[in-house]
């Protein structure tokens, strides 16, 4: 019997890159869900042999669904797949039920090799274009899907990097991707750490074509907490919170920057990072190096960590110079996902 399939993800990419290397003749058993509360609506009125599971997603996030499906003991197999590789994240998983844990974008090879130690399937088998997932009407409307999704697997990259070097659990939420004028800019800043005193860094980027910014804006309050976990000894004065400040920012500018380039198959290379200012509004921070853009891209990452007050923001604010290059890159991973 064919199983059924149900894939929860809330990026219309994913969903269709991940359907396309499931077998052959499973693909008319797909079904799919954009949040875990579909997914969970969906498995009271369907029977399924399989769930593939997201973990960051609105609405209900993978962990809430695994908690959910532990309590039912449903007969069925789950298996994450998600951009959040760090450690912790793996454990929690497997602890609440999950079969398996794929890293995006999931490798075809990986995802044959754990089907087969439950089913038969012959991943040889050419795999047609799958069955018509719900179609976006706007071309910006899909681009924007695509962009998320490839923020969403560097920033896990990132987030792993950091949990690893810290020995803790960082908390992931949904990247925000808008494309804004810069007037719009201080307003959407100013969203980051209301009525908090912030720290940040500047650093551009280029390459093939993309050229931008990355801003690293850090609440004053997260640097004891930082100090603490990064085992700082000396007294935590100014220059102090500077050099903790500029770790922090080479650490996640630069493992996003890699995430993104491996995805889009370029490479970018960085410039000095410069200080935009220490305990000052966040909007204040902004304001001399808004005057040199119009239009930007803006990718707006976030970053936690569990049982720490420790909170950082990291945009990436690409030229619209960037955008024809970006559609070109980005045309290839839709196209390899229809």
């Known amino acids: 019997m064919i199983p059924a399939v149900l894939i929860c ?3 219309n990419l ?3 890159q991940l359907a396309r290397i499931l077998p052959h003749d499973w693909q008319s058993t797909i079904r799919f869900a954009g949040h875990g509360a579909e997914a969970l609506a969906t498995l ?7 769930l593939f599971l997201d973990l960051n997603m609105p609405v209900m996030d993978g962990y809430q669904v695994l908690a959910e499906l532990q309590k039912h003991k449903l007969p069925l197999q789950i298996v994450v797949v998600s951009g959040d590789i760090q450690p912790e994240a793996y454990d929690r998983v497997m602890a609440l039920g999950a079969k398996a844990f794929l890293k995006k974008p999931v490798d075809s090879a990986q995802l044959a090799a754990l089907l087969q130690t439950t089913v038969a399937v012959n991943p040889k088998v050419a795999v047609p274009t799958p069955p018509v997932i719900e179609e976006l009407t706007q071309l910006d409307a899909e681009l924007r899907d695509v962009f998320q ?3 969403n697997v560097a920033m896990g990259q990132a987030g792993d990097l950091l949990a690893r070097l810290l020995n803790v659990f960082v908390k992931l939420p949904i990247p925000n991707v808008n494309l804004i004028e810069v007037s719009e800019l201080t307003m959407a800043l100013a969203s980051v750490a209301p009525d908090s005193q912030t720290s940040g860094i500047c650093q551009g980027f280029i390459g093939s074509g993309i050229a931008g910014e990355a801003l690293l804006i850090l609440t004053d309050s997260s640097f ?7 085992n700082y000894q000396g007294e935590l004065n100014t220059a102090a919170e500077l050099e903790l400040l500029m770790d922090v920012a080479n650490i996640l500018i630069g493992a996003v920057l890699k995430g993104i380039a491996e995805q889009l198959d370029i490479s970018f290379s960085q410039g000095h990072p ?3 200012g220490q305990h ?3 909007t204040e921070l902004i304001k001399a190096n808004a005057k040199r853009w119009r239009r ?4 707006e990452l976030s970053y936690g960590i569990e049982g720490f007050h420790i909170h950082c923001d990291l945009l990436l604010l690409f030229t619209e110079d960037s955008l024809k290059t970006f559609r070109y890159k980005l045309a290839f991973l839709m196209d390899d996902a229809e």
């Open 9 to 11: 993800d809330d990026s």
């Open 14 to 16: 994913a969903r269709k």
């Open 44 to 50: 009271k009125k369907y029977a399924f042999d399989w």
């Open 149 to 151: 999704e490839v923020a």
């Open 224 to 230: 004891a907490d930082i100090a603490r976990l990064l």
């Open 274 to 276: 410069v200080v935009l």
């Open 280 to 282: 000052a509004p966040v």
């Open 296 to 299: 930007t891209l803006t990718i």
